[in-house]
Every structure is written in C-alpha cells, then in structure tokens.
C-alpha cells in the first residue's frame, strides 16, 4: 500500500460485497480506501484507523453499494415527462412523442441531460446506457457533470445511410472520452425501424470496429406476433439472420421473447445482454415482462434499467429494483422468484455486464472503479433491519442515497449536488417547453407500425 494519502477514505459503513461465487455478502464496520480513482482496499474500520486521505466520509449508519447502473434510457427525454399519458403505444409514438421529437433542438437535448443527470445522481445512479439524438451533446453533458455513460447515436433506416454513418462516427470519435467515463454503442432503433440490410451493415461495422450493439428488439409481444406474420420469424430471428447476435448485443425490454428465441439466444457467438425497465410495461398495459427467469437459465444477464421519462415518469433505479422482484414474482406465480438477492445481482454486476463494463464497474472490489454509494439506512422506513438485502430493495428508496461517487470523485454530498445547477436547468427549460410541445406542425420522425 503507499503511504501517500489516500484520495478518500470511507469508514464505519456496511459494504456490499460479492464472493467468488458471486453471492452477495455484506460486511459489518467496514472502510473503503479509495486512490486514482480504483477502490484500493476494502478493509475494516479499525485497520483504517490513522490511515491519512485527502478526503474523509463518515458513513456510519450506511451502507456502501456499487453505483446503479441505467442500462436503456433516453436521458433527455426527461424533457417529456408526463406528456403523453394513459396512451396505447402505438399513439404514444405517433400522436405524441415522434412529433414532438421533430422540435427537438441540440439546446433542448442538453437541458434534458442535464436535468436527466442531476436525477439520476440523486437516486444513485452513476453510470447510463443512453441511446438518442444529438448524443455530442450528452457526451459533453457527461464529461462535466462527472457520470459514466454508455452512448450511442440512434438512428432509423428512414434517415437514409447517414443515420448509420452519423451513429458510427459519433462511436469512434468519443470511445474512452471523458478520461475513460465514455463508452459507445452502435444505436440502430429497432427491427421496426430499421431494414434488414442496415442491421446487417451495422452487425459488420461493430465486428469490424470491435463496437457494441445498443437497439430495442422485441419490445411486446404485438411486435413478436406482427414480425410473425409479416416475416415468418420473431425479431429476435431477424436479429440472428442480420449477424447482429455474433456482436456485443444489448437488447431493450425483451417482453416479446418467446420460447422459440431461448435457443436462438443460447447458442448466440457475441456476449449477449437484456435491459429491463418494468415500469413502463405496466404503464402500457402490456401482457407480458422481461423473461428475466429463461434468460438467466440460459446465461443471459439480466440489467435493470427505466427507459426514458416520457414513457416511465422517473429515471429511478431503484424503484426498478424493486419492480423487478414484484413483477418477476407475479410473472411467474413464484414469491421465490426474485429474491432481494437476486434483485441486487441484477442491479449490479448483471447490469455493469449488460452495459460491456463487467471487468470495471459492479462491485467494490479492489482494482474496480470507484462507482459507488453510501445509503442511509436510519429513518423509520428502513428499520429495524431483519434481512438487509430486503430493506435495501424493498424499504429503501432513491432518497435515501446520501453520497455519489463515481471514478472517485464525489457527485453528491449529502444529498447535495456538486456537478450540476439543477433550478438553472429547470428555469431554462421551462421557456423552452411551448416551442418544444408544439404538435401543430403535423410531422413525425417515424411512424410507429410494428
């Protein structure tokens, strides 16, 4: 160990760790030494006695979690939240949310991200897999405000072969910007919105580029039944038959996989992963979630995500955790299935694999990143604690998130911000929103017909 100054030292909290075996543990009266931005050493309280740092939290009371990570969201659609309410899907898209997403303008892209941030660091949140427009913007949101985000620059083949062009330049161009917090995607929207040839084309740039792939696939189960009649296959199939399941994949909700895609999923070449954002399928209605139980059984992980504000209302993490488990549990008629556990693997290291960081974020282990935060667990909702796990997804909420840190460096403190001027935010968009909700123009970037 050296003996210069740690960068931060945390002391007194309880730490949750995985084994080798990956079952989660937690350890009591515990010190987390942090240095260059990796958790140096995980040790306990009282061998970190006299340790000297540039940097002290006292955590009694808390506990330390690996940051949550949002798999799928579209940050800056927080900048719709509670427009297009109480919709089928399909007007959602088309009388709401593709129309209002012409207006869209760089400037509007970058309050959304900003506010989109804020939220999430306030909940916990210190890594996001973000796919949208204007994703320069997001980048440049992300490198200030101090968050990793896994960002991919989406595009419909009705956009012509610039889309793709557009999504692979932006990928290359910021790929390990932001001193490493940047990771990229390629971002084509959906097997609905984009033709066979450009999904083809876009499985052999990410081949060629060694890019991941970031798209929406099976959303609902209309989508998997509509692919059937019009294609002879789920779209998952079409994903296969594309070469899209030999890339690094990660698919968007995944409620319309059937039986018949497990094996075609199984037997996938490239390092395949499913984001799950309940929330928004009890919104809608649909019939069916995530099939988080198959999946598992055939290796697949499982991340937990919220999809964008427009559609969910919140970018909280944590109510997804929560979610999971209780949809998981009423899916599959089974009060055993998902355990507290289970939803914790899920938010962690399932999540930090969904999103290509499997080997760097996840855990609190020595050499990881230091993504992680301090949850209190003090107030009268959260005790007294029986089973820790349990209070953690199902009595503890995103407020009770004290302290953010990711890469190292504290985000929030307290509960207070240190990246980003929130009312500033909100002040500007507020004289943005009547350009931005405007829908007298009539036109739309898409049309929603699955």
Same mark, same amino acid.
């Given at each position: 160990?050296?003996?210069?100054?740690?960068?931060?030292?945390?002391?007194?909290?309880?730490?949750?760790?995985?084994?080798?075996?990956?079952?989660?543990?937690?350890?009591?009266?515990?010190?987390?030494?942090?240095?260059?931005?990796?958790?140096?050493?995980?040790?306990?309280?009282? $061998?970190?006695?006299?340790?000297?740092?540039?940097?002290?939290?006292?955590?009694?009371?808390?506990?330390?979690?690996?940051?949550?990570?949002?798999?799928?969201?579209?940050?800056?659609?927080?900048?719709?939240?509670?427009?297009?309410?109480?919709?089928?899907?399909?007007?959602?898209?088309? $009388?709401?949310?593709?129309?209002?997403?012409?207006?869209?303008?760089?400037?509007?892209?970058?309050? /959304?991200?900003?506010?989109?941030?804020?939220?999430?660091?306030?909940? /916990?949140?210190?890594?996001?897999?973000?796919?949208?427009?204007?994703?320069?913007?997001?980048?440049?949101?992300?490198?200030?405000?101090?968050?990793?985000?896994?960002?991919?620059?989406?595009?419909?083949?009705?956009?012509?072969?610039?889309?793709?062009?557009?999504?692979?330049?932006?990928?290359?161009?910021?790929?390990?910007?932001?001193?490493?917090?940047?990771?990229?995607?390629?971002?084509?929207?959906?097997?609905?919105?984009?033709?066979?040839?450009?999904?083809?084309?876009?499985?052999?740039?990410?081949?060629?580029?060694?890019?991941?792939?970031?798209?929406?696939?099976?959303?609902?189960?209309?989508?998997?039944?509509?692919?059937?009649?019009?294609?002879?296959?789920?779209?998952?199939?079409?994903?296969?038959?594309?070469?899209?399941?030999?890339?690094?994949?990660?698919?968007?909700?995944?409620?319309?996989?059937?039986?018949?895609?497990?094996?075609?999923?199984?037997?996938?070449?490239?390092?395949?992963?499913?984001?799950?954002?309940?929330? @928004?399928?009890?919104?809608?209605?649909?019939?069916?979630?995530?099939?988080?139980?198959?999946?598992?059984?055939?290796?697949?992980?499982?991340?937990?995500?919220?999809?964008?504000?427009?559609?969910?209302?919140?970018?909280?993490?944590?109510?997804?955790?929560?979610?999971?488990?209780?949809?998981?549990?009423?899916?599959?008629?089974?009060?055993?299935?998902?355990?507290?556990?289970?939803?914790?693997?899920?938010?962690?290291?399932?999540?930090?694999?969904?999103?290509?960081?499997?080997?760097?974020?996840?855990?609190?282990?020595?050499?990881?990143?230091?993504?992680?935060?301090?949850?209190?667990?003090? @107030?009268?909702?959260?005790?007294?604690?029986?089973?820790?796990?349990?209070?953690?997804?199902?009595?503890?909420?995103?407020?009770?998130?004290?302290?953010?840190?990711?890469?190292?460096?504290?985000?929030?403190?307290?509960?207070?911000?240190?990246?980003?001027?929130?009312?500033?935010?909100?002040?500007?968009?507020?004289?943005?929103?009547?350009?931005?909700?405007?829908?007298?123009?009539?036109?739309?970037?898409?049309?929603?017909?699955?």
């Amino acid at each position: 160990m050296s003996h210069s100054p740690a960068d931060l030292l945390i002391t007194g909290c309880t730490v949750l760790v995985h084994d080798d075996q990956e079952r989660i543990g937690f350890e009591q009266d515990a010190a987390i030494v942090v240095r260059d931005g990796r958790v140096e050493s995980v040790t306990s309280a009282a $061998d970190a006695v006299g340790l000297a740092a540039v940097e002290h939290i006292d955590a009694r009371g808390q506990v330390a979690l690996p940051g949550l990570i949002n798999c799928h969201t579209h940050a800056p659609m927080v900048a719709l939240r509670g427009l297009a309410e109480d919709l089928p899907t399909e007007e959602w898209f088309n $009388d709401v949310v593709w129309p209002v997403e012409s207006n869209l303008t760089e400037k509007d892209v970058e309050l /959304g991200a900003r506010l989109a941030c804020a939220e999430m660091i306030r909940a /916990g949140v210190t890594c996001f897999a973000d796919h949208y427009f204007s994703m320069d913007t997001v980048a440049a949101v992300v490198t200030e405000c101090g968050m990793r985000g896994h960002l991919g620059e989406a595009y419909f083949s009705s956009q012509g072969p610039q889309g793709r062009e557009k999504s692979l330049e932006f990928a290359l161009r910021h790929r390990g910007s932001a001193g490493g917090r940047i990771t990229t995607a390629l971002a084509p929207h959906a097997p609905y919105t984009v033709t066979d040839a450009d999904l083809a084309a876009t499985a052999e740039l990410a081949l060629e580029h060694g890019l991941p792939v970031h798209l929406h696939a099976a959303e609902n189960r209309d989508q998997t039944d509509t692919s059937l009649a019009r294609h002879g296959i789920t779209p998952i199939e079409v994903l296969d038959r594309a070469g899209l399941l030999a890339t690094d994949l990660l698919i968007a909700h995944g409620t319309g996989i059937i039986d018949r895609d497990l094996p075609v999923l199984e037997r996938a070449s490239g390092r395949i992963a499913v984001a799950t954002a309940p929330r @928004g399928y009890l919104k809608f209605g649909w019939p069916d979630t995530t099939p988080v139980r198959a999946l598992r059984a055939i290796g697949i992980p499982v991340g937990l995500a919220t999809d964008g504000a427009a559609s969910n209302n919140s970018l909280d993490v944590w109510e997804s955790m929560a979610l999971t488990s209780l949809v998981q549990k009423s899916a599959e008629g089974d009060p055993r299935w998902l355990t507290s556990r289970q939803a914790l693997h899920h938010a962690t290291l399932q999540s930090a694999r969904a999103v290509g960081l499997g080997d760097s974020i996840g855990c609190i282990a020595v050499g990881r990143r230091a993504d992680l935060i301090l949850v209190d667990l003090t @107030g009268p909702h959260t005790q007294p604690v029986h089973d820790l796990a349990a209070t953690l997804v199902h009595s503890a909420r995103s407020a009770d998130v004290r302290t953010t840190i990711v890469d190292g460096r504290v985000l929030m403190r307290d509960r207070e911000l240190l990246t980003l001027d929130v009312p500033a935010v909100v002040r500007e968009l507020g004289e943005r929103l009547p350009g931005l909700v405007d829908r007298s123009h009539g036109r739309r970037i898409q049309e929603y017909d699955t």
